[in-house]
C-alpha cells in the first residue's frame, strides 16, 4: 500500500467533527495509527462501513485508539490467543481483534459477552460480514453468569489469557466481574478494565463510584496482587496530559505464577 493511502485512513476521520473521532484530531495525530495499519483493504473498508452505520444509528461507544493500540500490541506481541471480553456493545474491539487474531492464525480466540440482545445480533452481523465468526464468539449473557467461566473456557480450549473489561462501568457490577474473573485467569495472564479516571465515574448510571472506585477497592483488597491504574486522577477532558492521552484511564492486574502471600 502506498504512503498516500495509508494517510489517507487517519485523515478520513480528523476532517470529521463527531466526537468519537477526538483522537484523529489531536496535534500531531496526521499518521495511521498501527491498529488500522495492519488491516487489509477488505478489512479498512469495512471499518469505514462500521463507523458509518454506528454513527447514523447512534451506537457509539467504543474504545478510543489509545487503549486499543495497548489491547493489539499485548496481544499480537504475547501471542495471546485466549480472550475473554466483558461488554461487546457494538463490535468495535471484537472486529479488531478478530482481525488481530485471524492475522496470527487463531481460531475460536476471543469469547465476548453482553446483556444486549440486540447488540448481540448487531455484533454477529458484522463479525460474519468480516468472516470472523470462527474466531470470536458472541454469547448473550451477564459476565458473571454462574456459566460464564466454563463457557469461555471450553470456546477457548482454556483459560483466558487476557480478559477485557469494558461493560457497564458501574461500580458494583465491575465489583462482581473482578470478584469472578481474576479466579478464572491464567497464570500470568491481564486483566484490562477501560474508564478508570475519575473523569469516567460520571458514566455509572448507579451513582455509586463507577470503575474507578471497583478497582481502587478491589487492589486495596488483594494487595499482594500487581495491579495499575493509569490517569486516575483525571477529573475532565480539559486536564493537560502531555503523555499518557486516554483521560478515561485504563487499569491493568497481572496474575502471577505463584499466589502472592498476603499478611
Not at 65 to 85: A, D, E, H, T
Not at 106 to 131: D, K, M, P, Q, V
Not at 194 to 221: M, N, P, Y
Not at 232 to 257: A, E, H, M, Q, W
Request: proline share 4%; aromatic share 12%.
Amino acid at each position: 500500500m502506498s504512503d498516500s493511502k495509508n494517510k489517507q485512513r487517519s485523515l478520513a476521520f480528523s476532517a470529521s467533527g463527531e466526537p468519537r473521532f477526538w483522537w484523529h484530531r489531536l496535534l500531531g495525530s496526521d499518521y495511521l495509527p498501527p491498529i488500522y495499519a495492519l488491516l487489509s483493504e477488505n478489512e479498512w473498508q469495512l471499518m469505514r462501513d462500521w463507523f458509518a452505520e454506528t454513527s447514523r444509528e447512534n451506537l457509539v461507544g467504543e474504545c478510543a485508539v489509545l487503549l486499543m493500540s495497548f489491547l493489539q500490541g499485548f496481544v499480537m506481541g504475547n501471542i495471546v490467543r485466549r480472550i475473554v471480553q466483558l461488554g461487546t456493545h457494538s463490535g468495535y474491539s471484537a472486529l479488531l481483534l478478530g482481525f488481530y487474531l485471524r492475522e496470527m492464525g487463531a481460531r475460536h480466540a476471543l469469547f465476548t459477552l453482553e446483556i444486549g440482545e440486540s447488540l448481540c445480533e448487531y455484533t454477529r452481523n458484522w463479525l460474519g460480514r468480516a468472516g470472523l465468526m470462527e474466531v470470536v464468539h458472541v454469547e448473550h449473557r451477564s459476565s458473571v453468569d454462574p456459566s460464564s467461566g466454563t463457557l469461555a473456557c471450553e470456546y477457548l480450549g482454556g483459560a483466558p489469557e487476557l480478559v477485557f473489561i469494558d461493560s457497564s462501568h458501574e461500580y458494583g457490577a465491575t465489583r462482581e466481574e473482578l470478584d469472578y474473573w481474576y479466579p478464572e485467569l491464567a497464570p500470568s495472564g491481564l486483566i484490562v478494565l477501560h474508564d478508570t479516571s475519575e473523569f469516567a465515574v460520571s458514566f455509572d448510571v448507579t451513582r455509586k463510584g463507577g470503575v474507578k472506585r471497583a478497582l481502587d477497592e478491589w487492589r486495596a483488597q488483594n494487595p499482594g496482587v500487581e495491579s495499575f491504574s493509569f490517569n486516575r486522577d483525571v477529573r475532565s477532558t480539559n486536564t493537560p496530559l502531555s503523555v499518557g492521552k486516554d483521560f478515561c484511564g485504563f487499569g491493568l492486574i497481572y496474575k502471577p505464577l505463584i499466589k502472592p502471600l498476603v499478611n
